[in-house]
Nanobody
């Protein structure tokens, strides 16, 4: 299984980026997908998650209204559109895949629920 994240970079505060994650080696449509981030000296934290069909998503409170997760099962891709970026959004962003086991979406906010991880892409927001 490979998850390849891309699309990170340096952007000014208020700007936008779209992250992409290409998945291979798994039945993509059978997995819930998530985006997590980790800033230097901080623990990895949940950003957004999406169901297998893409009909439902959940977000961390600090990105609600600014970030949008989406997926294209035909292309085995998951995306994270990030608008109104803030310096505190600076982090390495990683995509992850989890078996569609739990009904309660809470479990998909926990990194330990995800069995597959990509290598991450750096997002730096300057003030």
């Amino acid at each position: 299984v490979q998850l390849q994240a891309s699309g990170g970079g340096l952007v000014q505060a208020g700007g936008s980026l779209r992250l992409s994650c290409a998945a291979s080696g798994l039945t993509f449509s059978a997995y819930r997908m998530g985006w997590f981030r980790q800033a230097p000296g901080k623990e990895r934290e949940f950003v957004a998650g999406i169901t297998t069909s893409g009909d439902s998503a959940n977000y961390a409170d600090f990105v609600k209204g600014r970030f949008t997760i989406s997926r294209d099962n035909a292309k085995s891709m998951v995306y994270l559109r990030m608008n109104s970026l803030k310096p505190e959004d600076t982090a390495v962003y990683s995509c992850a895949a989890a078996s569609d086991y739990y009904i309660n979406s809470y479990y998909y906010t926990r990194p330990q629920t995800y069995g597959y991880w990509g290598q991450g892409t750096q997002v730096t927001v300057s003030s």
